[in-house]
């Protein structure tokens, strides 16, 4: 399919040595010519050239044009690279806009490339995420679904189940002559589903990897929360004061502890209160703990546990998460080492205000390793996961027809299904509403 022609910039608005325009479309030929006079460019080469408004210099360029379908979108597509200055780069856009082109929309080079065939939907997903990664694991995710391995797998499996919806067929159209091996049948659609099972299961690394994990922090007022929030984030971010109560919302704050990505929320009180506002951020912070994989109970060295840290402590136990508690302050040493009360829970001892940490950051990496880690089979984000899901229920279902001697025609209908949940997650059965909504998440020029 060729569409109409569009325009972006494709590199980030600031000041740099380069900037890209990209465009692509039916009418890139005749845009390369009324810029550069040349009417017959040869594919992939680099040419050297002007961009002028009338026959006002604007700036000195190199430029390269991809003939369709071998190009990033499949269509013919033009890439124009320019002095990378904010307002040469936007001037030489509305230079090319004025030519009757349309600026491109979010992601649409990329919505594009899948429509035309050129990638599927899980990979430019993973292009998405791998410019947006902002952590190892997450990077170590995108770049693995990025080698196609899995798009791969899924087109076998697609195969496999093509091939049993056709000898169905077979023996609906010649029922004299042909007799389905249920047997084989079942055999073959465990199998399906046993992979697909594992694609499933191994989902949530894929993601935590990309969305990070959720952590609370919590302890009472001057315990050194926010202290030791900045001290992970290595950055002044919260408010840190002497007075107690000072945070008074939660604070979310994305973080990486050796390449995992953690979304730190440092809570408010969880202490009942009458206070309406108090009472507000209370909520919050149980909504917090509530979606937490992981809840650090900061504890104060120099005041010893008190009633304050029991109360909490009975709160938080009820969530059933895993706890760490942080013994924070241990720079002062006015309090003997205290026993801590509660068992089987990990026991740190650290100093956020001095920075002396490693030992939690360790802790909290060697707990959370195991649920990032990805390999070239692991889904990314829950529209992946939920086409996957789609997929199994439909297999579960032909098996159980099967099991259950329905006829061809319902396992036929489950194993279309099945197919159909399958396209879903590789885009071959899109609606431009979901590509939308897909590729609205992408940068513009993508
Ligand atoms: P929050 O209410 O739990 O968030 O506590 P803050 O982070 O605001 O800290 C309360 C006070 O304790 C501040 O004066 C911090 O400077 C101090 N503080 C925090 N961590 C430490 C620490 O490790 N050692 C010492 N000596 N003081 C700390």
Redesign the pocket.
Known sequence: MIFDTIAAISSPLGTGAISVIRLTGKNVLQVIDDLFSNKNPEPKKMYYGWIKDKNEIIDEVTWVYHKGPKSYTGEDMLEIFGHGGILVTKKILNIILSKNIREALPGEFSKRAVMNKKMDLVKAEAINELIHANSEYALKAAANQMDGKLSEKIQILKKELFNIAARIEVEMDYPDDFEVDNFEFLNSLNAIKEELEYLYENADNGISAIEGIKMAIV?K????????LNALLRKDRAI???I?G??RDTIEESLSIRGILIKSI?TAGIRKTDDIVEKIGVERSLKAIEESKLILF?LDNSTGIEDYDKEIYEKIKQFNKDIIIVI??S??HNKDNFDIPWQNHDVVR?????GNIKNLEDLIYNKLKNTVTTNEFTLTNERQKQAVKKAIDSVIKAIEGIELGLTNDAIMFDVRKAIEGLNELTGEDYTETLLDNIFGNFCVGK
């Open positions: 302890g007022p001057n315990a050194g929360k926010s202290t030791l840190v004061t002497d107690p000072t945070t440092d900061v924070n302050k720079d002062i650290i100093s956020a205000a001095t």
